[in-house]
């Protein structure tokens, strides 16, 4: 069984500061990791992914996180939020056997001019 | 726009209505889930097709009934809910195996609520 951990259920940053978002999973198998992120009244976007490869990986909107395999870690950050970036995010990972993901219980990012 | 499209995106419903909900995709993918997203709980995976084929059930209670009649589209049969089950219901889409990256594609969700 696989699971995810994400440390913070909110995050109140003001505009223009950097932020860090913290996930951290359990799995006994290989995974994939993940990061979406759901704006009020709409579905889940992907933000950004990881696969294979390099362990920092860039996404959309200036989010960029970093696996780390030593510390089951998936952490998101941004260097400069924007107001725009106040959303529900959500970190999530599947196994290479199965097809479904397995989410974090969310992270709310409040930014505050 | 994720070329996932559910529908209605709100439903009230009474616990002896049967209603159904509804998502198409428009991406060409082969695979196609449900997930439920409740207040203060993540999001949890209900049902998974593939080529069609229900592959996952994650013992979901039997007043749910998926039905999945071809690529685009899936439904969620619904009938004598309860309070409990008021919840963003989520549809998402997926191509390619399971070594891939397989990357899901969600609708914006039928925000459900059972009086």
């Known amino acids: 069984a696989q699971s995810v951990t994400q440390l913070d259920s909110q995050v109140p940053v003001f505009e223009e500061a950097p932020v860090e978002l913290r996930c951290n999973y359990s799995?006994?198998?290989?995974?994939?990791l993940f990061w979406y992120v759901q704006y009020p009244n709409q579905g889940l976007q992907l933000l950004l992914k990881?696969?294979?490869?390099?362990?920092l990986v860039k996404g959309i909107n200036g989010f960029e996180a970093e696996f780390n395999k030593s510390q089951t870690s998936f952490h998101l950050r941004k260097p400069s939020v924007h107001i725009s970036d106040t959303a529900e995010y959500f970190c999530?990972?599947?196994?290479?056997?199965?097809?479904?993901?397995?989410f974090g219980s969310g992270t709310r990012l409040q930014v505050q001019p | 726009e994720t070329g996932v499209t559910q529908t209605p995106r709100h439903l009230v419903m009474g616990m002896t209505n049967k209603k159904s909900l509804k998502c198409e995709q428009h991406?060409?993918?082969?695979?196609m889930y449900w997930y439920k997203q409740s207040a203060k709980k993540p999001l949890e995976l209900m049902f998974v097709?593939?080529?069609?084929?229900?592959?996952e059930n994650n013992s979901v209670p039997s007043r749910f009934s998926p039905e999945c009649p071809n690529s685009s589209h899936l439904f969620l049969h619904l009938h004598t809910l309860q309070p409990e089950d008021s919840a963003l219901y989520l549809c998402?889409?997926?191509?390619?195996?399971?070594?891939?990256?397989?990357?899901?594609?969600f609708g914006a969700g039928t925000r459900l609520s059972v009086l």
């Open positions: 998402a889409s997926s191509q390619g195996d399971l070594l891939s990256g397989n990357i899901q594609y």
């Open positions: 799995s006994s198998v290989s995974v994939y």
């Open positions: 990881y696969l294979s490869g390099s362990t």
């Open positions: 999530a990972v599947r196994n290479t056997g199965r097809r479904a993901l397995t």
């Open positions: 991406l060409g993918h082969n695979a």
């Open positions: 097709y593939s080529l069609e084929e229900r592959v």
